[in-house]
Nanobody, 129 residues
């Protein structure tokens, strides 16, 4: 049972990357999926969250309009499309999943500090010219 994050890499400022978060050993459709990042010397930061059922989303202010979170429950995978990347986006990105125990799991107001059931291993994103 695990989450596997992938898709990181080196990209120039203004470029794009799409991160993937695939679940193995459990069905992701009941889980809310979140992306976090941690830059060197900084605390972990919540980037975005998508609810399990209606697909409602939340974003941290610095990525609004540039990043898009999505999910494909058939493929048991979550995604983070990152456009207009900036050097400040450089970090290790982690995905996480949480289940409320009910039919729906929403991104609660404290989604960025709640306890998650599963974490991916992290994928490095470097934005540099």
């Amino acid at each position: 049972v695990q989450l596997q994050a992938s898709g990181g890499g080196l990209v120039q400022p203004g470029g794009s990357l799409r991160l993937s978060c695939k679940a193995f050993g459990f069905d992701l459709d009941l889980y809310a999926i979140a992306w976090f990042r941690q830059a060197p010397g900084k605390e972990r930061e919540g980037v975005s969250c998508i609810s399990s059922s209606d697909g409602s989303t939340v974003y941290t202010e610095s990525v609004k309009g540039r990043f898009t979170i999505s999910r494909d429950n058939v493929k048991n995978t979550g995604y983070l499309q990152m456009n207009s990347l900036e050097p400040e986006d450089t970090a290790v990105y982690y995905c996480a999943a949480v289940w409320s125990g009910h039919r729906r799991t929403t991104c609660i107001s404290t989604w960025y500090v709640r306890s998650y059931d599963y974490w991916g291993q992290g994928t490095q994103v470097t934005v540099s010219s």
